[in-house]
Nanobody, 114 residues
């Protein structure tokens, strides 16, 4: 089993920045993928950014140039640096890790509003 603990969401004004993080612990031998998805009420969960051993790093078009995904392998932690935030970035952000199967974090709310 793998446990994921997210932190770093919150309320920010348009144009501001946030950097949520997600730490994985448990039975981790090899992480095949780590990343972030987001979801707003009534809509599907969408990819934001992801590391994958097969395809490398991938970003949603809507966040390219504004968001940066990074990881600390020693800490099994993935970060999502979000700059120039817009109201349409408001969502619950979910951490994703693939260790023999997908695991999801509990979600962290990001609200962009003046």
């Amino acid at each position: 089993q793998v446990q994921l603990v997210e932190s770093g969401g919150g309320l920010v004004q348009p144009g501001g920045s946030l950097t949520p993080s997600c730490r994985a612990s448990g039975s981790i031998y090899s992480i095949d993928g780590m990343g972030w998805f987001r979801q707003v009420p009534g809509k599907q969960r969408d990819l934001v950014a992801i590391f994958n051993k097969v395809v490398g790093t991938n970003y949603a078009d809507s966040v390219k140039g504004r968001f940066t995904i990074s990881r600390d392998n020693a800490k099994n932690t993935v970060y999502l640096q979000m700059n120039s935030l817009k109201p349409e970035d408001t969502a619950v952000y979910y951490c994703y890790v693939y260790v023999r199967r997908p695991y999801w974090g509990q979600g962290t709310q990001v609200t962009v509003s003046s």
